[in-house]
């Protein structure tokens, strides 16, 4: 992907995604808030969606590509892309979250990985190591870096505990528009693709199985779910790149990132 198609951000620019991605994180950690036995997937959607509006925003999910709700809840063996509906979520189930709001011409985008109740401590492990995954590869998201050096960091903390990194779906850039160049795979080799640049704005998002890495995308055209019934989480912040390093950009005033 050429430099020259991604999009480097102004101060005025970088400041609109700031508040973006605020809001952004408050939404995904209230849609956190509310995971427990009982509760039903349309709940928290419902609830994100009023959220994100009360600010004078919109949901960036919602009519995406004819996405129909504003939140992706994706439970158990759903990696991504879950629509909200009447399930009931039940004592053990391990929930991701995806949420993303527009304001101020630019978007926030994030998820996380919940348990609900008591989990298994493999499914707790499986949540923990997503979540640090991208931790680890955002170490690489230094100026002169190369986007790949990113996922490689991911693939290799990922698999060192046996997991698999999802192949078919990746981190985006992402601004005035949700998805952006440059494509960031959470996989494959350092040393490729662009470099990154104070001012790029990107997504990085581990998607994680605790099986094999193969994915299915359910006759709902959007469901996706592991092709093995493995257990899968998904852990995503809108970072920005600075002189001195990556900012988290979705995270909530008090400083939380989940």
Same mark, same amino acid.
């Given at each position: 992907m050429a430099l020259e198609m991604i999009s480097l951000k102004s101060p005025r620019e970088i400041e609109a995604m700031r508040r973006a991605g605020r809001l952004t994180a408050q939404a995904r950690a209230l849609a956190g808030s509310m995971v427990r036995p009982g509760i039903t997937t349309h709940e928290i959607d %419902? /609830? !994100?969606?009023?959220?994100?509006? *009360? +600010?004078?925003a919109k949901p960036s999910f919602l009519g995406y590509g004819g996405f129909p709700a504003s939140t992706c809840v994706s439970v158990n063996e759903v990696v991504i892309h879950g629509i909200p509906n009447s399930r009931k979520l039940e004592e053990g189930d391990i929930v991701s979250i995806d949420v993303g709001a527009f304001i101020g011409g630019f978007h926030g985008d994030c998820a996380a990985t919940y348990p609900c109740g008591q989990v298994s401590e493999a499914a707790q492990r499986l949540i923990d190591v997503t979540q640090q995954s991208f931790w680890e590869g955002i170490k690489n998201a230094r100026r002169g870096c190369r986007v790949s050096d990113i996922g490689h960091a991911v693939q290799v903390y990922v698999e060192s505990f046996g997991y698999s990194v999802v192949r078919d779906f990746v981190g985006h850039g992402v601004g005035s528009k949700m998805h952006e160049p440059p494509e960031v795979r959470n996989f494959g080799p350092a040393g490729h693709g662009p470099r990154l640049q104070p001012g790029m704005t990107i997504a990085v998002e581990p998607m994680v199985c605790a &099986? #094999?890495? +193969? !994915? %299915?995308v359910l006759p709902d055209k959007w469901t996706t779910v592991s092709? #093995? &019934? *493995?257990? /899968? /989480? +998904?852990y995503e912040n809108t970072i920005l790149i600075t002189e001195? &390093?990556?900012e988290i950009l979705t995270v909530t005033e008090d400083g939380t990132y989940v």
């Open positions: %419902r /609830a !994100v969606r009023r959220f994100i509006e *009360s +600010h004078g &099986g #094999d890495y +193969h !994915v %299915r092709q #093995d &019934g *493995s257990l /899968a /989480a +998904h001195d &390093g990556p």
